[in-house]
C-alpha cells in the first residue's frame, strides 16, 4: 500500500472514532461551579414610640448596626435573627399596644418573640393610666362618720374621678371617741398609716382605698426585734375578729372600745424567739384583755442562743439619767418605790448614761462596775452589771439666807448684852 492509502486510511479510522465516541457519550468538560457561599441577606427592623416608655430587647445573633433617634430605633439584622422586645412603661403611663406587628405579644406587657424574615416598620404604644382614678372609703372603723366634698357617706363608697381632682375628705367622731387615722389599703389585708388629720385633701392622680379609724382610746402596739404580732378583738364572748390593722410588724396604733376583749398573739420570725411584752405584766405568746383605757405595749423578739446581760441602774439622790445604746434594748424594768432600773440588752452593746442637763449641778460621781466624774459615760456590756450615779441633796430654797440672817441677829443680840444695851 502506496503513501497516499495509508494516509486516506488513517484518516478514515480517526474519523470513525471520532463518531463512535460522539455516539456513546464520552464526557463532557463539567462547568465550573462556584461553590463560595453567599452573604446573608440584611433585614431593617424600624421601632417607633408613642408615649412615655422605653424597650428592652435581645437578638441572636447581635445586630449588625443600630441607630438611636429620639422617637425611634433603627437595627439592621441577619436575616432569620430571633428577636426578643420588652417594653417599658414609665410612671404614670402602661403598655397599650403593638402597631404593625404581626407576630403575637402580651397584652398586658407587650412582651413579644419572634423569628425575623423580612423588613419591619412597628411602633410601641404607651398611654397615661387610669384617666379617671377611683376613690374607694373601703370602711369606717369605731364610731364616727365621713364626708366627701361635705357630703356624708355610707362605706363602701366608690366615685371615680377627672385625673387632679382635689377631693375634700372629712372625718367626725362620735360623742365619746376619738378619731385615730386615715389608713389605706396598699394590699390585701395590708393597711399603712395615710394621714391622721382629721380634714385632708386628696389630689387624684392615682386609685386610693381608705379607711377611716375612730376610738374610745387606743393601744399603742410596737414591735423590737424581727416577728408579728397578730391582732384580735371581740364583744361579748362572740367570734374573734381581725381588725384591718394585723398583723403589726412595727409600730401601730389599734382602736379599741370599752370592754371589747383583745387578743394579742406573738409570732416570732425564724431564728428568733418571743421574749416577753414591754408594758403588760405576762410574758405568754398569747395575751387577752379588757380594752378600758389607752396603753401602750411593745412585743419583743430576740435572735435564738444569744447571749444577755442585765445593766442595773441606781439613782441616789435628787437627779435624772438619759440612756441609750447602739442595739435595741430589749426589756425595762423599774424596781417599785425604788429608784432603780434593770436594763436588758444584747451581749456587746455600747451602753450610754448621760445625766440629764438639769440634774448637772447636782452630780457627784459613778460607784459601783463603772467610777468617774464623767456627766456622760460609754461601756459595752459582756457582764452583768450594776452602776449608781451619786447626787448631792439639793438645798431648800432660803435655807442658808435664813441660817445667815439668825446668826447676824443673834451676834447682835450678844454685843448689846455685853456692852450693857439691853
Known amino acids: 500500500m502506496d503513501l497516499d492509502k495509508r494516509t486516506v486510511v488513517c484518516v478514515v479510522i480517526l474519523l470513525l472514532i471520532s463518531l463512535n465516541g460522539a455516539a456513546v457519550g464520552l464526557p463532557e468538560e463539567e462547568e465550573e461551579i462556584d461553590r463560595t457561599a453567599p452573604l446573608s441577606e440584611e433585614i431593617e427592623l424600624e421601632i417607633w414610640f408613642e408615649g412615655s416608655g422605653d424597650l428592652n430587647w435581645e437578638f441572636a445573633p447581635e445586630p449588625i448596626d443600630e441607630d438611636h433617634d429620639e422617637d425611634k430605633i433603627e437595627f439592621t439584622l441577619e436575616n432569620e435573627t430571633d428577636t426578643g422586645l420588652h417594653p417599658e412603661a414609665d410612671d404614670g403611663w402602661m403598655f397599650q399596644e403593638w402597631q404593625g406587628l404581626d407576630e403575637e405579644y402580651d397584652e398586658d406587657t407587650g412582651e413579644t418573640f ?109 414591735v423590737v426585734g424581727e416577728g408579728e404580732v397578730k391582732v384580735e378583738s371581740r364583744i361579748n364572748d362572740e367570734e374573734w375578729i381581725e381588725p384591718p390593722v394585723s398583723p403589726i410588724i412595727d409600730e401601730s396604733v389599734i382602736p379599741g372600745e370599752s370592754g371589747d376583749e383583745i387578743r394579742l398573739t406573738a409570732e416570732p420570725s425564724e431564728g428568733f424567739e418571743f421574749r416577753g411584752w414591754d408594758g403588760y405584766e405576762e410574758d405568754e405568746k398569747v395575751i387577752t384583755f379588757t380594752s378600758e383605757g389607752d396603753i401602750e405595749i411593745t412585743a419583743v423578739f430576740q435572735e435564738d442562743d444569744i447571749e444577755t446581760y442585765e445593766v442595773t441602774l441606781i439613782i441616789d439622790g435628787p437627779g435624772t439619767v438619759e440612756y441609750g445604746s447602739d442595739k435595741t434594748v430589749i426589756d425595762i424594768q423599774e424596781i417599785e418605790d425604788e429608784d432603780e432600773w434593770v436594763f436588758t440588752v444584747e451581749e456587746g452593746t455600747e451602753f450610754l448614761l448621760k445625766i440629764e442637763e438639769d440634774s448637772q449641778e447636782y452630780f457627784k460621781d459613778w460607784t459601783g462596775d463603772y467610777e468617774g466624774e464623767e456627766q456622760e459615760i460609754t461601756f459595752t456590756v459582756d457582764e452583768h452589771m450594776e452602776i449608781t450615779a451619786q447626787f448631792e441633796e439639793e438645798d431648800i430654797p432660803g435655807f442658808t439666807i435664813t441660817i445667815l440672817l439668825l446668826a447676824a441677829v443673834l451676834a447682835v443680840v450678844v454685843y448689846q448684852k455685853k456692852n450693857g444695851e439691853v
Not at 370602711?139 to 365621713?146: A, L, P, Q
Not at 389585708?189 to 385632708?200: G, L, N
Open 114 to 222: 419572634f423569628t425575623i424574615t423580612e423588613d419591619k416598620n412597628i411602633t410601641v404604644v404607651f398611654v397615661e393610666e387610669d384617666e379617671y382614678p377611683t376613690l374607694q372609703i373601703a370602711s369606717v372603723w369605731g364610731e364616727g362618720t365621713v364626708e366627701v366634698d361635705d357630703e356624708e357617706i355610707d362605706a363602701p363608697f366608690e366615685r371615680d374621678y377627672e385625673k387632679g381632682t382635689e377631693v375634700e375628705l372629712s372625718a367626725t367622731p362620735d360623742a365619746d371617741h376619738d378619731f385615730v387615722d386615715w389608713r389605706e389599703i396598699v394590699d390585701t389585708d395590708v393597711y399603712e398609716t395615710f394621714d391622721d388629720d382629721r380634714e385632708i385633701t386628696l389630689v387624684m392622680d392615682r386609685e386610693i382605698s381608705l379607711t377611716a379609724f375612730f376610738a374610745e382610746h387606743v393601744i399603742e402596739l410596737d
